[in-house]
């Protein structure tokens, strides 16, 4: 049996776990010096690369002196909770990685509860100490504090802490220690993670946490091996969540190596694996010796607490962009999803429309930008908390809002967040003329306050959240203040109509925009929606006037990305998603229906 240690990064978005993964792979010299690696090379898919996020957690696996030292890495964003969640039952230590000026942020307080109530010991590595704002001695600080509120034991207090700029690719013990190289962490990580629990000589147990797929074999499960060996074309029974059991074999075994996976004959106890053999392979299901079964505990994933409704796209324009515009191909696309993304669900409601649930907006947009990129056409509706009904009182979704804002803009912040039934928490000063301020909030409160916040503080405050749990309703929470500019023609917008209508409020579309009766252009200056004629001409004469030849000056429009379309619509509004454009529009395109319908309504 090799030796084995298996661990996991984790942090709040952006501190630098996907960087610390890549520097530990080129200095374990697992690559070879011929070949060409890219910048965050664990970040495969586009909009991973686009954005800079983390949105599948991600496994790897490096030689370091004869030990291999399997890597997760693991998304920091919120809504990507569940998939940290199942990773921590993999493995035998964590990395905590936390930014040496930020310090403790919301995601930080998720992860690391997580990772102690499993009895995990983690590393401490404070990153980025070559900012100029940089406070280690903070920043520790400030995680003691973490992990006694969150009730560490004394050997989870005692936790050793590596100093690190992984973008620089050195990592040090001691603030004062010369280094160049990753050395010092590697060591801490051999001296200071376990080496796997289980054994080759005890029955097959291994578990799945992350599903993947493939056209020539079906669905991949990704799993840690408790106890046991695997072998290629191995009898196995498979063991699920709700207790059913099926027998099969394991057709095809996946190992890891860098970035390589390679097919592999045997694996021993301890490892991390690719198995290929069962349709009905589902997260959290144990495969186990047919002659001895004995399954592991099922995995518990968290909630969903979002839901969007997605539908046909029945606009005018609908099919003149995408390939793929039907119903029955948008329930296929979902379907496949669900296959590989258990943190989501979605059900089919008729007459085109689907039902799809997650733990936040960003997770269900990613899968809306994955489908506009593969050609579809659909409307999503307004993002909607989820409401549970408990013991006859009906509760909702809250999240634990962090807000840093610059001194001056704190009161309104506050003002804004009042509004929308937040409490606050915690408020303090953290230096450079900045406040930190902590809030629980109902998450519909949250729904369209991005761009509200960004535009009170001029794009300099930063904002983060976690889900806290279930409570029960707290009543209505405040709208969008501004009504809506609507289209009255269809045809093809002019620089002269849009340059008196810019007086009325801020447009979302430039001249030559194709646009039809119903489709929203623009943000009204007052509370209530205008239909207004964007396709006007100017009515020309023979006869010259001094003064009405002017050249026209438009004001840039605002541009609607997916995430600030669906934010900034109500409930009587879709945002129609084309794989070139984002439209929005009002759910009953006609003028006359739409007030008979808010005639019912009232």
Known sequence: MENIRNIAVIAHVDHG??????????QSGTFSEREQISERVMDSNDIEKERGITILSKNTAINYKGTKINIIDTPGHADFGGEVE???????????LVDAQEGVMPQTKFVVKKALSLGLKPIVVINKIDKPAADPERVINEIFDLFVALDANDEQLDFPIVYAAAKNGYAKLDLNDESDNMEPLFKTILERVPAPSGTNDNPLQLQVFTLGYDNFVGKIGIA???????????????????GTKVNGRISKLIGFMGLEKMDIEEAGSGDIVAIAGFEALDVGDSVVDPNNPMPLDPLHIEEPTLSIVFSVNDGPLAGTEGKHVTSNKIAERLEAEMKTN????YEST??????????????ITILAENMRREGFEFCMGRPEVIVKVEDGVKTEPFEHLVIDVPDEFS???????????????????????????????????LIGFRSQFLTDTKGEGVMNHSFLEFRPFSGAVEKRNNGALISMENGVAL????????DRGVLFIDPQTKVYIGMIIGEHSRPNDLDVNPIKGKNLTNVRASGSDDAIKLVPPRKLSLERALEWIEEDELVEVTPQNVRVRKRYLDPTQRKRMEKAKS
């Open 17 to 26: 776990k996907t960087t610390m993964v890549d520097e530990l792979l080129k």
């Open 86 to 96: 199942r990773v921590l039952k993999m493995i035998d230590g964590v990395l905590l």
């Open 224 to 242: 840690r091996i408790f106890n046991g060996v695997v072998k290629k074309n191995q009898n196995v029974m498979l063991a699920k969540a709700d």
């Open 342 to 345: 258990i943190a989501m669900k």
């Open 350 to 363: 008729g007459e085109g429309k689907f039902k799809v649930s997650g733990r936040g907006e960003l997770q």
């Open 411 to 445: 009161g309104t912040v506050i003002e804004k967040l009042g509004k929308r039934k937040a409490e606050m928490k915690t408020m303090a000063p953290t230096g450079d003329g900045q406040t930190r301020l902590e809030f629980e909030i109902p998450a519909r409160g």
């Open 495 to 502: 620089g002269y109509s849009l340059f008196n209508l810019q």
